[in-house]
């Protein structure tokens, strides 16, 4: 209860900055900068979305093979697009609403323990982030190259000081992938947790995921390598919207956008409402774009996104329906399965 209380709060708080963000701009003025866009433009862009959420999900298929558990990729196409939307319309929407929907169907649908299935999503989730890191990277010297250092708001703080604790995270786990090195045995011996359930799934959680990250292990730079492949679909994403939007080609730009999704995904507020549009809105007016094209580049890859969590919801639906049906054909001939 407590938590649908705060998801519709969060939910209205998102639509009232969206509210004011357009209010701000000027609801015509925004409307005009789609005058030079060609609707025809939003299926590549919907395509180029998609396909970007489909290398996520093929990503995670190979880890999950180079676990041992080979799974047919239509099936964890599924179950990946089930936890994307969950993802995408709760108030933990960049850092894993969805990651435990996506091992809860693991392990009803396929056997996989949940063990395994959390050392999977976690070892994708953190190469997600290691290439996420290094394209943001790129758009923070984009950005001061092009409009300067700009003063810092407080969402723009709660955003870069993210980025920090994430890269220095990220950096310590390579660090200690490669040199084998443990942390979790060591905190939970000191909080007298180690050899409680809970501490024990986490220690085996950490092996799975400081095995993969060995320098040595073939699996682990074919995951960058994927997520530098979707980082850059998206990266193409941005650049074309832009140009649709009578830009010209504007490289830099379409990679501070892509830092910007970063930041707007940051805020926990239910798909990025209203501070996405605020981000693209303020970094688009610095680069001399115009706040009112961020805006609506902004609300463009807004419905390629929404596209792809209407798909994940209509999976979700299905396969939660599959073991809704599963469990009451169990009551009902508990001893189905003994004969």
């Known amino acids: ?34 005058y030079v866009f060609p ?5 590549p862009i919907i395509a180029l979305t998609c396909v970007a959420y489909t290398i996520n999900m093929w990503r995670w298929k190979r880890i999950l093979d180079r676990q041992g558990m080979k799974l047919p990729f239509k099936h ?38 949940m063990r395994k299935g959390v050392s999977s999503i976690a070892i994708d ?10 394209f943001i990277f790129a758009a923070i010297i984009v950005f001061v190259y092009q409009a ?13 000081l993210i980025f920090a604790f994430l890269a220095a995270a990220i950096g310590i786990l390579f660090l200690l992938g490669f040199h084998g090195t443990r942390i979790v045995g060591p905190v939970l011996r000191q909080l007298g947790l180690e050899n409680s359930a ?13 095995g993969f990250y060995n320098v040595r292990n073939p699996g682990l730079w074919e995951a960058l390598a994927l997520s530098f492949i979707k980082n850059g679909v998206e990266l193409v994403r941005n650049i074309l919207a832009i140009f649709m939007l009578g830009k010209g080609l504007q490289v830099g730009a379409g990679v501070v956008a892509f830092a910007f999704f970063f930041l707007g995904y940051s805020i926990p507020v239910p798909a990025a409402l209203g501070t996405q549009e605020a981000g693209h809105a303020f970094a688009f007016s610095l680069l001399g774009l115009s706040a009112e094209t961020g805006a609506a580049f902004s609300l463009i890859v807004r419905i390629g996104d929404v596209i792809v969590a209407l798909v994940g919801i209509v999976y979700l639906i299905r396969w939660s329906a599959d073991i809704v049906t599963f469990r009451i054909m169990k009551m009902l001939f508990p001893n189905r399965d003994k004969k």
């Open 198 to 210: 809970g501490g024990q799934f986490l220690q085996d959680v950490e092996h799975d995921v400081v």
């Open 125 to 134: 989730k953190i190469a997600e982030l290691t290439m996420t890191i290094l």
């Open 76 to 113: 964890l196409f599924g179950i990946g697009y089930a936890g994307q939307a969950v993802t995408y319309i709760t108030h933990v929407t960049y850092f894993g609403g969805g990651e435990p929907v996506r091992a809860m169907l693991l392990k009803e649908h396929f056997s996989i323990p």
């Open 148 to 160: 300067g250092l700009p003063q810092l708001n407080k969402s723009l703080t709660i955003g870069i």
């Open 1 to 34: 209860m407590k938590s649908s209380i705060i998801f519709i709060a969060l939910a209205i708080l998102g639509g009232m900055l969206m509210y004011g963000v357009i209010n701000h701009l000027g609801i015509q003025n925004v409307i005009a900068a789609f």
């Open 39 to 43: 609707w025809w433009s939003i299926v």
